[in-house]
């Protein structure tokens, strides 16, 4: 065999499990009336092509700080049939362990799962132009006060599970649209 060959015969490999790999979004955001998938779903997808194609998917997660920022990051490693690490990508995801209603484990579970699956998003090439982290303005858009607003509205809610879900709902909403929708529902919550 050629020297250079066994890198192509690696690509070859990874571009038909991005071209054979269909990761749906199955989940569903009710108060954010949003569809997502999440690292669960992507891993379950790529079960059978790894099996395919002889390659095991290595995932490791990190907790670094720089400054005041705590962050998880994340390392998916294709391996391929010959046993060598063949391609990396690493995403990070912020650690808030102020987050209303969670454990500290829950936060730093939530930024791994997080991480997780934008480190696949890139190895694997999935699109989520279509996914509320897509429609994000990163920063441009200031949504702390309506966030506030929402947080006062979930406190009248009575029952745990609608309001840990209520919550849940508003901390990951990251567009003034996501949040108008939550807020749209919550009124009908407090008023049920």
């Not at 749906?24 to 790529?46: C, M, T, V, W």
């Not at 934008?118 to 190895?123: D, I, K, V």
């Not at 990251?174 to 749209?184: A, D, F, N, V």
Request: charged residues 30%; contains cysteine.
């Amino acid at each position: 065999m050629i020297k250079n060959q066994k890198p192509i015969k690696q690509m070859k490999q990874l571009i038909n499990i991005q071209a054979e790999l269909k990761a749906p979004k199955n989940q569903f955001n009710s108060f954010g009336k949003y569809h997502y998938r999440n690292a669960e779903d992507i891993l379950e997808a790529l079960k059978p092509l790894l099996k395919k194609h002889e390659c095991v998917l290595k995932l490791s997660d990190e907790i670094k700080e720089v400054g005041s920022v705590t962050f998880v990051e994340t390392t998916a490693t294709l391996i391929f049939p010959d046993g060598k690490d063949g391609i990396k990508v690493t995403a990070q995801a912020g650690i808030d362990l102020n987050a209303k209603g969670m454990s500290q484990a829950q936060c730093f579970g939530a930024s791994s799962s997080y991480a997780r699956k934008y480190a696949l998003s890139g190895l694997f090439l999935l699109d989520d132009s279509k996914d509320a982290d897509a429609t994000n303005t990163h920063g441009k858009e200031d949504l702390s006060p309506l966030k506030k607003k929402l947080w006062s509205m979930i406190e009248k809610i009575e029952e745990p599970v609608k309001k840990a879900t209520a919550l849940k709902s508003v901390t990951d909403a990251t567009t003034s649209e996501q949040l108008t929708r939550i807020e749209s529902r919550l009124k009908e919550l407090i008023n049920e």
